[in-house]
Every structure is written in structure tokens, then in C-alpha cells.
């Protein structure tokens, strides 16, 4: 099969470029022909690609610069909202390529809520009309179905994962220092709820502070980082919180090692890639229901709260006073359930049989 990708950019800290990434790198592993296009294919912060992936710039496919082969090629759109994707969605139903488009949790209430006005706008300009015509609908969770219904669009719809690479989980890092380590890791803005992870942390026993560190790692987005140290240092937690700014790769990997217990407060979330990435390195999570993980229930690794200050509270009450054997064995839960489910070769065999649909569908 030709696929044809289509994201703004591929940063290494988005879940979106994470995604578009891994299954290209997946799909051109199994011998398809496979290309990405982008605002800047020079850009310095892009996520690993296998060489094999072409990556070409957005205009030069809009402009016919890159000359594509169209013949039984997919159109896979990535995020929603940006005008350019608008264009690329109408160059396609011009030259008759079918869509599959992921709006990677862009339907939800908060996100929608969210910079309403402008949103309102751009839907009723473009970009209901043309998520109503994709030949396909891909979500990351069930939750993102009933967002994609909930707005009215009646699309056929593939649900399929972020998956983890098992292959690269390092073993545990045992830290030099004596505190026990909460770890978030995730874009620093305000969607994540870290403004509740401090003030629930005020609130713990001062026994609790003494024994654990939070380390926030991830790139700072429009000053919060600055929000949140000021807010730390006015519930005088200071102390308690790093802030590490965005790691990588293998340095990465050693922050989930290190861990003893993993944080995400967030708002909203359709997927929420770093649990599993925590869960794949055995760490126990803390997730509100912002994201859809109630197999942390289920499966016993770890705790799904409603969002707000007082649920976070509880959580880490609940999880700081277990011994490290319960901690490791709900960790082994954790990590067993990625292996089941949650491969990058699950995934990007899941997206296979969604576009052999969709060009059967056309055929």
C-alpha cells in the first residue's frame, strides 16, 4: 500500500507526532510505501524515523512541487483545526484519494470548550464538513467514539492505540539519593492539571514530603512553568517539586526506570501515551478520568479519580503509604497488560486492516 501521512510537525513531545511516527516507521517495516508530509521536513526537534519514511514538506504536495502517486494511495490526516490540514483534505477529495483522519482527542469537551469561539468557527467553516467526508475515522480509545458521535458524525470508526516498544524498556534505575520519586512527564501546560498535583501535595503529611520528590519532566509551554514554581513556592513545596524540562530517548527511559509511582491529573486526554509508558517500565499510575484508562482499575496497577484536588489527595495518600513489594506487584500488572495490548506491531497491524478497508471500500 501507498499511505500518505499528514501532520504539521513531529515533535518528539507530542502524543500526536508519536503516533504518525511509530506506525510509519511500523508500516515501512512491513514493506509499504510510506511518506509524511509536514510544515518543515528540516526541522530539528523531530521524532526518530526510520529512513525509509519519506518526508517531504506540506506545500510542496499542495503545489505539485512532489509529485505523488495517487494510484490506490490513503490520505491520513493528523489533529484538527489547522487551515493547512484544510487544504490538504480538499486537494485530496480533488484528486479522489480517499481520508483517514485521527482527530487524537481534539472532540473532546474540554478540548472543544477550549479556545470555544475560535473553535465554533473553524467547525462550521471546514472542519465538520470535512471529518464528515474521511472514508474513515481513527480514534485512540472508546471514549473518542463517543466524542466523534456526540458531534454529530456518523463515520465508519477504527479504534486503535498508542502502543509502547517493549524491545526498549531499560531495567530499574535504583536512585543514589533516599527519596522516593513521583514522576510526571508530559507537556507543561495547563490541560495537565499539575496545578492540582501541587496543591493536593500540600496537602500530604509533612512524613510524606520528606520521603518523596516530584520530578516534572517536559517542555514548558506558554510560561507555566514559571505558574507552577511560584505556585510551589507560595503552598511552600518548593522543595518537594524538579522541574527537569524535556528529556529524550534513552535519558527518558532512566526518568520511568527511576520512578516509583507515575502522575497524570489531567483535564483531557484521548489517550494519554505516557501511561503506558510508565506501566511498560513497571511503575504504578495515577490518572484522573480526563483520559481513558479505567484499566488501571481493572487490571489492579494502578488508580483512575475523578479530576480535581481532593481525588489527587486521596490517590497519593493511598498510593505513598503502600510497601514497595505492593508497589512492584501492581507494577508487574501494569507491565503484563502492555504486553498484551499495547505493542507498536498490534498497533500498526490494527491500521493496516483499517486501510485495506477503506480501499476495498473504494474499489
Known sequence: MKILHVITGLRKAAGTSVFCSEVCNGLVALGHDVAIAVHN??????????????LISINSLLTNDYRLETNGCIIHIHALWEPILHKVAKWARMNQLPIVWSPHGMLTPWAMNNKKWKKLLG??????????????????????????????????????????????????????????????????????????????????????????????????????TAELKALCADLRVENNFEFIGPKYGDDLAREYASADLFVLPTHSENFGSVVIEALAHGVPVICTNGAPWKELETHKCGWWIDIGVEPLVKALKDATLLSEEERGNMGARGHKLVEEKYTWNAVVNKMVEGYKEVLNGRT
Open 123 to 224: 467547525w462550521w467553516l471546514y472542519q465538520r464538513w470535512d471529518l464528515a467526508r474521511a472514508d474513515l475515522l481513527h480514534v485512540t480509545a472508546a471514549s473518542e467514539v463517543e466524542d466523534v458521535r456526540r458531534v454529530g458524525l456518523k463515520n465508519n470508526v477504527l479504534v486503535a492505540p498508542l502502543g509502547v516498544n517493549v524491545d526498549r524498556i531499560v531495567e530499574r534505575v535504583e536512585r543514589v539519593d533516599a527519596k522516593k520519586v513521583l514522576l510526571f512527564v508530559s507537556r507543561v501546560q495547563r490541560k495537565k492539571g499539575l496545578e492540582n498535583l501541587v496543591m493536593a501535595w500540600a496537602q500530604l503529611s509533612p512524613e510524606v514530603k520528606s520521603m518523596w520528590m516530584v520530578r516534572i519532566v517536559g517542555p514548558d509551554q506558554e510560561g507555566h
Open 41 to 54: 521536513p528540516n526541522a530539528a526537534d523531530c521524532y526518530p524515523l526510520d529512513p525509509r519514511v519519506k
